[in-house]
């Protein structure tokens, strides 16, 4: 029973299965939207909601049978290195007696007397043929019999299970990630200062600047920051995308930036009649008196305006795309007009409901405090998947460009030679080498 | 001369040299193949100072628009595939992997992708994006190679004819892509997965975020661990690898080309 585990466990079988469930799984979580609400897969996908909501599949990449898969995938991967790991070992450590698996080359009795003369009386020649190439020599003499060792590419023998141990490594630091990484978002306007939940600082925006290019596209979002700490400023520095503030174990990153419309500010031209053309500039929500008996009110300002079919007024985006104040003018408190007016559309009248027909208002310009867009994270992960990327790297490098090679030359007193090669994988190209190198014919057979 | 003036020289150049490997197909004169490689070599020269100058006079990477994007894939093509020659000489396959680099530099040359320089928004204003991109797209380059061979594999295992080198043919095939993967899956591993999650943990505080981009390029790169561990496993040589390589090769693609206009995130700049 317990063998049968292990073998599952550690089976490449296991491995290969795994991968395609993941790939399919993975294939699956990109096409199906992602962290939207169960309403949303009933109205949009309704034949197969009921198995998305089911499976989880809403969440995939957290959801148990994908999070069960990975788990699958880390302890074959685990178990599976373990595995190749002593007989690796052995290899290593064998140098004499019964040699580890590996190719018996062949010899023809030109090519044993020829590897004879080497080894009882040139060694110094057969040795420095293959430390040319990179290989370690040994020779040993014991109760009658001389073994020739030659290795290279010890690395390489361990590549595979750096890359698996870099794998196990980033796998683990991904769970860490999900499990304690913290995020929060934050908005500052100029000059406002937010304690950070946590943590016993608070972050205060000094200056906030958006660059643009010529063509009217974000260049870039500066946001001039001050760190402080018990009333005192403790540290200032300018975050911009890509370019994060750090600091009390936490990152400060420049996500993007919004405008607060419910405190726009809009330059209004009133004109009362022929001769009266006013401008005013007045903020959201406040009323001013601008002309003797004249009161003026922006009820309400929206950057994309849209009317619904209700009769209710909203906003399309946060984009100003089509700017709309709701205006209200009172001559000693009797209203003379009430309306929407567009900085867009100055004609469009439909939405006035004016008393006074000469009173006419327009909207010239208008602007809102942009707000920087912060967001402060903490992972405990990045870290960890930073040096499991480094020996997943280290360990690709060494598998495939610096493969092990082993030679062993044995020989019981008064016979032949005899030689065995190993290589990880491609034993033939090894061969082809070796005949080439100690000048052999090209004759071998499985050993 | 202009950017484009070198880039339609190096086009036609990588045209004729495809054009005389398809013709030497039959007359298989090692003349012609070192004349060709020579004049690849002088294509691959124009291209890149067609790059050269496109990135001077921009003074950004040039891989930011879809456009330059395929135009520096197929070069790191035409790299790939200079190098493979040099190392393996592949007189048969060569033709067909110029054949590729025409294909993707035809693509890049449609009209459908706009040629002007965009300016950077704020997240790709970074050098990461010169590593990231730059060694992914190399990376995958060496992956089109194993696709194309693995292709040629399969075409070649439909007519099982008796000729005499044919499966030695196929086995050099198999090897062919084999040597690629172990080029180009380094460099992904590199360029796509390490760099990206690098720069991605420095613009936006997470590694990782299963955005549809950085799925299919997991995907991707699932498919090659796959290749390379269903060789380890006795039997999994020439067909079923061939068709995961070709597998691997079009999430590639589409991670590329799909991603950015069927699937939405946070990574579809451009
Ligand atoms: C995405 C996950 C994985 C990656 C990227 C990966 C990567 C690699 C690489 C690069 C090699 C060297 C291949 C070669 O030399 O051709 C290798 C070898 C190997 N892998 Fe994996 N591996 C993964 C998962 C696994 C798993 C889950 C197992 C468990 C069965 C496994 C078992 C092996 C074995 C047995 C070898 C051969 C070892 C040897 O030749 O000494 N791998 N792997």
Redesign the interface.
Known sequence: MLTGVWYFLTS??L??VL??L??LL??A???IP?EQEPEFYQKYLPKISGLILFLEFHHL?RSPLFLSLVFLFLLNLLFCSLKQLPAKFRRLKTTTGDHPPGRMYKLSTEDSLKIDKWLNREILSLESVLRKKGFRTKTIEESGQKFFLARKGIPGLFGPELVHLGLIIIIMA?LI?ALF?Q?ITLAFLEGQTEEIPGKNFALRLDRFTTEY?P?G?????ISEVSVIENGQVKLQKTI???H?LKFGGL?F???GYGQDWDRASVELQVKLSEEKNIKIDIRTGESLTFEEGYRIRILSFVPDFQLEASGRVETRSTEPLNPAALVEITHHSEQVFLGWVFARQPERKDLHKRTRAEVEVRLVNFSAPTFSVL?A?S?P??GP??AG?IL??LG??TS?YLPFREIRIKQQAGSLPELYFYSRKQAESFQEELAVLLGLNKKTSKG | MSEYTLLLAAFLIYFLVMAMGFLNLFKGKQEISRISWYLAVFGFALHSLSLLVRTVSSRQAPFTSMYESVNFLGWSCVLATIIFIRKYRLQKTAPYLWLLVVALMALASSPALPKEVTPLVPALQSYWLWLHVSVTLLGEAFLAVAFVASILYLLSAEKETAEENSSGRKERLDFIAYRAVTVGFPLFTLGALVFGMIWASKAWGRYWGWDPKEVWSLITWLFYALYLHTRLVHGWRGKKSALIAILGFLAALFTFFGVNYLLRGLHSYV
């Open positions: 490449i079988r491995a290969i991968l395609i993941i790939i993975s294939i979580g990109s096409l992602q990449y991904g990630s990484s995020r290019y063509d596209q974000v260049k870039s979002w911009r995308v890509n994060p990152s990153f420049q996500m967001e994270s992972d992960g990045t998947v930073r990327c997943m790297l690709l490098l495939f």
